[in-house]
């Protein structure tokens, strides 16, 4: 009966993904179908066709569909699609054909498998291949977003590399609203584009507010007036981090309910705190940040979307610094129920600074572009590809418990057995703050702590201190109760058994150094799904 749950739940959540009419639109802080009202989150990966070739990158390990199919199997619905400016503004490189420009790199082997794989492409022009992967993934239920990533063909991003702020070398304002303009009409009437993006991380020594506001709404009008059934993705300055300014002078732009803003999460800035400092302190820090500079647009009276256009991390699993991170950018994500964009689907690239065939190491794929990298990461993402919050939806305010390491979520099975595992169940709590009990919606039944190293159960005495719980560190990651001595006891899941919940000693709330607090990191989801 369970696995028939679960297949039913999985299911359900594929056929709410693709079960929509086009375009989109918002209202408030969230992005709707735009015929129904009904909440369509946008759970994408990135697929680069920006660098020096310009062809979408992987077109020679197998056929369009057969990338397509990994991608909805992986749980994606989105794929957020790059794009250099000159190739839609300058005739030297959009009359190149797919062929021609792989010869100029001399990428034989890439050549000879575009020809086996995806022959179709060969000879066609840059622009007209550009568009028939477009094609080919909307005929496979994707939806996308096309992303104005640099003018020139180049990787990004350098401080200094000419593509970062208006007026740069390689970024005159009116050939990159020229190229917005061509991108829109190229893609008007094609429903699978649901989102053009503007510009990617606008960064650099000339970058200031007033060049911002008046080329990002120049910009905005030029999509809209081409292409209204788009929406028109904003985004800030430094790198994509800073939204900051628009709470004291707004954008001033809705076009028709068609502005959702952008952001960029990466563990870049702060590697040595997050290798070096108390991580209850660093996560808080990062988090309060992301909420100052960007996550505050999705709040009050001029409440709008707002999507983690880029994050990620290595998914060899050696770099310390990004699994911090992403410990501490997985619940801040899934409390907001954010929209979002993965770095990164290509597991590698035709020819990327100067070398032909590197690895991309954030790619989900392995380097054959075959099977996943990492299936335990995907598990992780599955509580951020569920839609989590319905604005449409009458059901009462629960939450979810989910354990940031694992990705798990706490759940219950049969009368008492409380266990770790996937966030496609969702046992539904009630807590009603700090020092209040964890409750099963809809019982009498709550969570009680039993002693240290020993797993939680479930009670009616929800009037004692092991029932009692409150958040206890910087974090606010480290849920606890009490036993009798008045010792904190905070709930945990190690990597040696993800499903065995149970509470010790709180680790690491007093910020003690060289202390990992990460296996006792669980965050309250609030959800309102039926």
């Given at each position: 009966?369970?696995?028939?749950?679960?297949?039913?739940?999985?299911?359900?959540?594929l056929?709410g993904?693709?079960c929509?009419?086009?375009?989109?639109s918002?209202?408030?802080r969230?992005i709707?179908?735009s015929?129904?009202?009904?909440r369509?989150k946008?759970?994408?990966?990135?697929?680069?066709a920006?660098?020096?070739?310009m062809?979408?990158?992987?077109?020679?390990?197998?056929?369009?569909?057969d990338i397509?199919?990994?991608v909805t199997?992986?749980?994606?619905n989105c794929?957020?699609?790059?794009y250099?400016?000159?190739m839609?503004t300058?005739p030297?490189?959009?009359?190149?054909?797919?062929?021609?420009s792989?010869?100029?790199?001399?990428?034989?082997?890439?050549?000879e498998?575009?020809?086996?794989?995806?022959?179709?492409l060969?000879?066609l022009s840059?622009?007209d291949?550009?568009?028939a992967?477009?094609d080919e993934?909307?005929?496979?239920?994707?939806?996308?977003?096309?992303?104005n990533?640099?003018?020139k063909p180049?990787?990004?991003?350098?401080r200094?590399?000419?593509?970062g702020?208006?007026?740069?070398m390689?970024?005159?304002?009116?050939e990159w609203?020229e190229g917005?303009?061509?991108v829109?009409?190229?893609?008007?009437?094609k429903?699978?584009v649901?989102?053009m993006?503007?510009?990617?991380e606008i960064?650099?020594?000339?970058?200031?507010?007033?060049?911002?506001?008046k080329?990002?709404r120049?910009g905005?009008?030029?999509?809209?007036?081409?292409?209204p059934?788009?929406?028109?993705?904003?985004s800030?300055?430094?790198f994509d981090?800073d939204?900051?300014?628009?709470s004291t002078t707004p954008f001033?732009l809705?076009?028709?309910n068609?502005?959702?803003y952008?952001?960029?999460?990466?563990?870049?800035?702060?590697?040595?705190?997050w290798?070096?400092?108390?991580?209850n302190r660093?996560?808080?820090?990062?988090?309060?940040?992301?909420?100052?500079e960007?996550?505050?647009?999705i709040?009050?009276?001029?409440?709008?979307p707002?999507?983690i256009?880029?994050?990620?991390?290595?998914?060899r699993?050696?770099?310390?610094?990004?699994?911090?991170y992403?410990?501490?950018?997985?619940p801040?994500v899934a409390?907001?129920?954010?929209?979002?964009a993965l770095?990164t689907?290509q597991?590698s690239y035709y020819?990327?600074?100067g070398?032909a065939g590197?690895?991309e190491?954030?790619?989900v794929?392995?380097y054959n572009?075959?099977?996943?990298?990492?299936?335990?990461?995907?598990?992780r993402?599955t509580i951020?590809?569920?839609?989590?919050?319905?604005?449409?939806?009458?059901t009462l305010?629960?939450?979810?418990i989910?354990?940031?390491?694992?990705?798990?979520?706490?759940?219950?099975?049969?009368?008492?057995?409380v266990?770790?595992s996937?966030?496609?169940?969702?046992?539904k709590?009630?807590?009603g703050g700090?020092g209040?009990?964890?409750r099963?919606?809809?019982?009498e039944?709550?969570l009680?702590?039993v002693?240290?190293?020993v797993?939680?159960?479930?009670s009616?005495d929800?009037k004692?201190?092991?029932a009692t719980w409150?958040?206890v560190?910087?974090s606010r990651?480290?849920?606890?109760?009490?036993?009798e001595?008045?010792n904190?006891l905070?709930l945990?899941?190690t990597?040696s058994?993800?499903?065995?919940?149970?509470t010790?000693r709180?680790a690491c709330?007093k910020?003690?150094?060289?202390?990992?607090?990460q296996?006792?990191?669980?965050?309250?989801v609030?959800?309102?799904?039926s």
């Amino acid at each position: 009966m369970k696995t028939l749950q679960i297949i039913l739940l999985i299911f359900l959540s594929l056929f709410g993904a693709f079960c929509y009419s086009l375009p989109l639109s918002t209202r408030g802080r969230w992005i709707v179908d735009s015929e129904t009202g009904r909440r369509v989150k946008l759970t994408c990966l990135n697929w680069v066709a920006h660098t020096e070739t310009m062809v979408t990158e992987g077109l020679h390990t197998q056929p369009i569909k057969d990338i397509a199919a990994k991608v909805t199997s992986m749980g994606f619905n989105c794929i957020r699609l790059t794009y250099a400016t000159f190739m839609w503004t300058r005739p030297d490189y959009s009359n190149k054909t797919v062929a021609q420009s792989l010869d100029s790199f001399n990428l034989t082997q890439a050549r000879e498998g575009i020809a086996r794989n995806n022959p179709q492409l060969l000879n066609l022009s840059l622009q007209d291949a550009y568009e028939a992967v477009v094609d080919e993934l909307g005929a496979n239920g994707l939806m996308l977003v096309l992303d104005n990533h640099v003018s020139k063909p180049m990787w990004c991003c350098a401080r200094k590399d000419g593509n970062g702020f208006f007026g740069d070398m390689f970024f005159d304002p009116k050939e990159w609203i020229e190229g917005l303009t061509q991108v829109a009409k190229r893609f008007k009437g094609k429903p699978q584009v649901v989102a053009m993006s503007m510009r990617n991380e606008i960064r650099g020594p000339r970058q200031n507010l007033p060049d911002w506001y008046k080329n990002m709404r120049e910009g905005a009008k030029a999509i809209h007036s081409t292409n209204p059934d788009v929406l028109v993705l904003v985004s800030g300055l430094n790198f994509d981090k800073d939204l900051s300014f628009l709470s004291t002078t707004p954008f001033g732009l809705t076009l028709d309910n068609k502005v959702v803003y952008e952001a960029h999460w990466y563990s870049f800035d702060f590697t040595q705190q997050w290798q070096t400092q108390p991580l209850n302190r660093v996560c808080r820090q990062r988090a309060d940040e992301f909420q100052r500079e960007a996550a505050f647009l999705i709040t009050g009276d001029n409440a709008a979307p707002l999507i983690i256009s880029e994050f990620g991390v290595d998914l060899r699993g050696v770099n310390q610094a990004d699994n911090r991170y992403f410990n501490c950018l997985l619940p801040t994500v899934a409390e907001k129920d954010l929209d979002w964009a993965l770095w990164t689907l290509q597991a590698s690239y035709y020819y990327r600074e100067g070398k032909a065939g590197p690895e991309e190491v954030y790619s989900v794929l392995d380097y054959n572009w075959d099977k996943p990298r990492d299936p335990k990461y995907l598990e992780r993402l599955t509580i951020l590809q569920q839609t989590i919050q319905d604005p449409n939806s009458t059901t009462l305010s629960y939450y979810l418990i989910v354990h940031t390491e694992s990705g798990f979520c706490v759940n219950v099975e049969g009368e008492d057995n409380v266990h770790g595992s996937s966030c496609r169940e969702r046992t539904k709590w009630s807590h009603g703050g700090d020092g209040w009990p964890i409750r099963l919606v809809g019982g009498e039944l709550c969570l009680k702590a039993v002693g240290d190293g020993v797993p939680v159960t479930l009670s009616t005495d929800c009037k004692s201190p092991r029932a009692t719980w409150k958040l206890v560190s910087d974090s606010r990651l480290h849920v606890a109760a009490k036993d009798e001595q008045g010792n904190s006891l905070c709930l945990e899941a190690t990597s040696s058994n993800y499903s065995s919940i149970l509470t010790r000693r709180c680790a690491c709330v007093k910020n003690e150094a060289n202390c990992d607090p990460q296996s006792q990191w669980f965050k309250l989801v609030p959800s309102n799904l039926s």
